[in-house]
Each structure stands twice: as C-alpha cells, then as structure tokens.
C-alpha cells in the first residue's frame, strides 16, 4: 500500500482525500487477506467503451486500486461503435461469471447506447458502482443492504472521517445528476447517525444559486462548471467539496490543457472551514469506495 502524499503544501482546513483513501484501503486490505484465506478472491470487471482519454485515465487509477488491494481485476475494451445489443450480450456473460464480484461500465457511454439500459442489466448483486434502480431504490429507502454509488458514498466518508457535523447541517448540492448530485442529496437527507442534512439541490434552472450557497454550512460542487464557486458564494468557515472534473485550455501548459475543479480554490481555500483540494480530494475517496463495495460483494458470496 503507498504511502500518503500529496502535492499541496496543506493548510490546517484542507481535508486529504489522498490521506483518508489509503487509511480505508489498508482497512480494507485485511478484509481481501481474511476472504483470501476463506478461499475467495474478490473480482471486479471493467468494461470501458471506446477511447474517451478521462475514462481511460479513471479505469487506469480503479485497476491499480485493485492490484494494489489484491482484487483481482480484468479489463473489457470494447470499440466506440459496439452496438447496445453487443454490449448488452458481454454484461451477460459478466453476470454468469462466479469469479466476479463486480462490473463496472464505466460513462459516459456512446450516444447510440442507452445508459439507463446497460446499467440496469447488471446484477443488482455486481452492481458496485450502485447505479442499478434495486441499488437507487434501496439507497432512497434507507435501506443498507443495497450498493451506494461511489462518489456521494466517499463524500460521506470524508465527512465522517474529518468530523464535519451533519446532523441538522444545511447542506447545498450543486448539481443533480444521477451520478454525484441526486444519491448525494439521497444519503445526506436520511434519517440516522452521520447524515440528517437539510438538504438543497441547486441545477440549471435554480434562481440566485449564489444567495443558496451563502446558506450552507456544507457546499458540495458536482456541477461540472469550471471555478463555478467564488470567495463571495461561501459563508465564512464553510466545509467546501468540490466534485468537478474540467479541462480547460492552459496555454503555458505541455498539454495545452489542464484540468481545474467546480471550486476557485485559491480564493475559497482562505474562508472555508474545511476544502477539500482538486485533485486530492474527492478522486481517491471513489476508488476507495468502489473497492469497499467490491468487497462487500465478495463477502456476501460467502453469507
Ligand atoms: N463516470 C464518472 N463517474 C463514474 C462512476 O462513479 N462510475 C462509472 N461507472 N462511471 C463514471
């Protein structure tokens, strides 16, 4: 297991996403070394579509997750212009596999497939990125036998693990997609220990977003704007998440690109109780989380 390292030079207020990851990944090494002696090797199957580079980079980052955990990983590329029946057709053979606990498609999938379709066609029991209706049910309920996506699932972990209080807590979300907003706003909402948010979901179409965030105590960005979120959106010692993901074009860079959060860092860092940084933040928490439910996958095998 590597140690913990990060580029920033931290603050007190910054919360390690690398940091906390590899804590739960050592906890969840001895759960893989326990289920190992008990003759079960976890397996998880990725299957990406396509040559999208951030997929790429993302099952690169998950695969080594696994090495590195002792989960035994294999890889399905399957070409951009595969057809939704052929894809459809290698989940099925993936789900009758008993070497494998998990499958992960990883999105965003092809405009000619339908995402809704293939996510609903893994087993509900494979289903570790939790995107299954039974998993999107059960995660609404409050039911806690169902897989809970990776994302929002590491958010929670990272409030935890640094105590930021939610019970009471205004929480805004900015962003309602399936993916991070909706289930984040599902698990903080819940009634129980660790969540009992009051919650608010921002999106395209929410008037005054910035008189909503001035509100939270926690500010959760999953939007996907670049720098969205600015020093005068965020009430003074605010835990500030920011989700996003955006590459923006960077002149002066090798690249010409560079990628930068929903979060103007550098101006929120100073007010913000707690931030977490981008990357370093929420990334790592993901990973860790999928390999959590991988394993919890591989453990019910033996129930
Ligand atoms: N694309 C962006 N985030 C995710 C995720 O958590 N799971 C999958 N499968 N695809 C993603």
Do not use: W
């Not at 990628?259 to 860092?269: F, K, M, R, S």
Request: contains cysteine; glycine residues 10%; proline residues 8%.
């Amino acid at each position: 297991m590597p140690s913990p390292k990060s580029i920033y030079p931290h603050p007190d207020n910054v919360v390690d996403g690398r940091a906390i990851a590899v804590q739960i990944q050592r906890e969840l090494a001895q759960r893989v070394a326990e289920l190992r002696r008990r003759g079960v090797t976890p397996g998880l199957a990725f299957v990406r579509v396509g040559e999208d580079p951030a997929s790429k980079v993302y099952v690169g980052r998950k695969e080594k997750a696994c090495a590195e955990l002792g989960v035994a990983s294999e890889t399905h590329i399957v070409p951009e212009s595969t057809s939704e029946s052929d894809l459809l057709a290698l989940l099925a053979k993936l789900n009758a596999d008993t070497r494998l606990h998990g499958i992960l498609v990883q999105a965003p999938l092809p405009k000619h497939i339908r995402e809704s379709v293939v996510f609903s066609t893994v087993l509900p029991s494979k289903d570790v990125d939790g995107f299954h209706p039974v998993n999107v049910g059960k995660l609404m309920l409050g039911d806690a036998s169902g897989f809970r996506p990776c994302t929002p699932a590491g958010i929670m972990e990272l409030l935890v693990r640094s105590a930021v209080p939610t019970d009471g807590a205004e929480v805004v979300v900015l962003g309602r997609g399936n993916i991070v907003g909706k289930p984040m706003a599902a698990m903080l909402c819940q009634k129980g220990k660790n969540a009992n948010a009051t919650v608010t979901i921002c999106h395209s179409a929410t008037r005054d977003i910035a008189a909503h965030c001035r509100r939270a105590d926690i500010l959760i960005a999953a939007m996907g704007v670049p720098k969205f979120v600015k020093s005068d959106m965020v009430k003074p010692g605010a835990t500030v998440i920011d989700v996003g993901v955006n590459r923006v074009p960077d002149p002066g860079s090798r690249t010409g690109t560079k990628l930068v959060g929903d979060v103007d860092y550098a101006a929120v860092q100073p007010i913000a109780g707690r931030i977490t940084p981008n990357p370093g933040g929420v990334g790592p928490m993901t990973i860790a989380m999928l390999m959590q439910n991988t394993v919890s996958a591989a453990g019910k095998t033996l129930n």
